[in-house]
T-cell receptor, first 113, second 113 residues
């Protein structure tokens, strides 16, 4: 069965500092991987996705993620965090087709000014 | 652009009461989904509709029913609400393309007393 682990429940960073959010997945074949962001009181918004090809993918809002098959990881990074990045971030894995996505439990990001 | 619209935004029910959560999308998407979000558990798929006229169970379907009324609308019904169904419910939709992007509504916060 597919699964996603986000080991960090809460992360606090200072504005301007770099950020890395961890995501480890379990999947039997080449996965479709996603990062979504949820601002307070809102639904989720897609940040970026990986299907195949270049293992470093760029997303919106200056985020990027790297797929590492050998480590079963898809970590999200941002070189310089802005206060508006404070939100909850979800990693997701699935087979493609959109109907069997499994979400992680989320990482709550706090940004200190 | 309205995107995915959910009603109501908040609801309080007593145990045993019934209610229907409404969801409509104006993006001409084929697939629609209902998720529930609980603290520490991420998002879990309740039901989905891959296309108009079809519905399928997700990970946690017990206690729920759905209706794909037409291409735009996908409702979720709780026939006899239980405290375990206290949660935030999200509707999402997706186009049948390689983008694989889910578009989420802003959620319904449901409390069952």
């Amino acid at each position: 069965a597919q699964s996603v682990t986000q080991p960090d429940i809460h992360i606090t960073v200072s504005e301007g500092a770099s950020l890395e959010l961890r995501c480890n997945y379990s999947y039997g074949a080449t996965p479709y991987l996603f990062w979504y962001v949820q601002s307070p009181g809102q639904g989720l918004q897609l940040l970026l996705k990986y299907f195949s090809g270049d293992t470093l993918v760029q997303g919106i809002k200056g985020f990027e993620a790297e797929f590492k098959r050998s480590q079963s990881s898809f970590n999200l990074r941002k070189p310089s965090v802005h206060w508006s990045d404070a939100a909850e971030y979800f990693c997701a894995v699935g087979p493609g087709g959109g109907n069997k996505l499994t979400f992680g439990t989320g990482t709550q990001l706090k940004v200190e000014l | 652009n309205a995107g995915v619209t959910q009603t109501p935004k908040f609801q309080v029910l007593k145990t045993g009461q019934s209610m229907t959560l409404q969801c409509a999308q104006d993006m001409n998407h084929n697939s629609m989904y209902w998720y529930r979000q609980d603290p520490g558990m991420g998002l879990r798929l309740i039901y989905y509709s891959a296309s108009e006229g079809t519905t399928d169970k997700g990970e946690v379907p017990n206690g729920y029913n759905v209706s794909r009324l037409n291409k735009r609308e996908f409702s979720l019904r709780l026939e006899s609400a239980a405290p375990s169904q206290t949660s935030v419910y999200f509707c999402a939709s997706r186009a049948l393309d390689r983008n694989e992007k889910l578009f989420f509504g802003s959620g319904t916060q449901l409390s069952v007393l």
